[in-house]
Nanobody, 124 residues
């Protein structure tokens, strides 16, 4: 398994931007797909975006498409989530997760390793 560490979450005003980072350690990241999920208080964890091992297959949840961009740098063992035009409803703990399948998916069960999460708070 890989170990994942998210960073970049903070308080931001509505309409603002954030870049979240997910860095992997422990073993090679290259063959893994990586997904971002989020969980707001009282809500279930929901899919945000995912990218395959090569970076050429990407999925987005409808709620974030056009505002969020996922990308990866395998040389740095890093996957980023660039978020623009943030809304108060984007407030949540954001988690990255890695899947040995190598293919992007929206179901949490596909992912083997999870980070501890980073808090994103969007004020109105």
């Amino acid at each position: 398994q890989v170990q994942l560490a998210e960073s970049g979450g903070r308080l931001v005003q509505a309409g603002g931007s954030l870049r979240l980072s997910c860095v992997a350690s422990g073993r090679t990241f290259l063959s893994y797909a990586v997904g971002w999920f989020r969980q707001a208080p009282g809500n279930e964890r929901e899919f945000v975006a995912a990218i395959n091992w090569a970076g050429d297959r990407i999925l987005y949840a409808a709620l974030v498409k056009g505002r969020f961009t996922i990308s990866r740098d395998n040389a740095k063992n890093e996957v980023s989530l660039q978020m623009i035009n943030l809304k108060p409803e984007d407030t949540a703990v954001y988690y990255c997760a890695a899947s040995r399948t190598g293919a992007p998916g929206s179901e949490a069960i596909l992912y083997d390793s999870w980070g501890q999460g980073t808090q994103v708070t969007v004020s109105s």
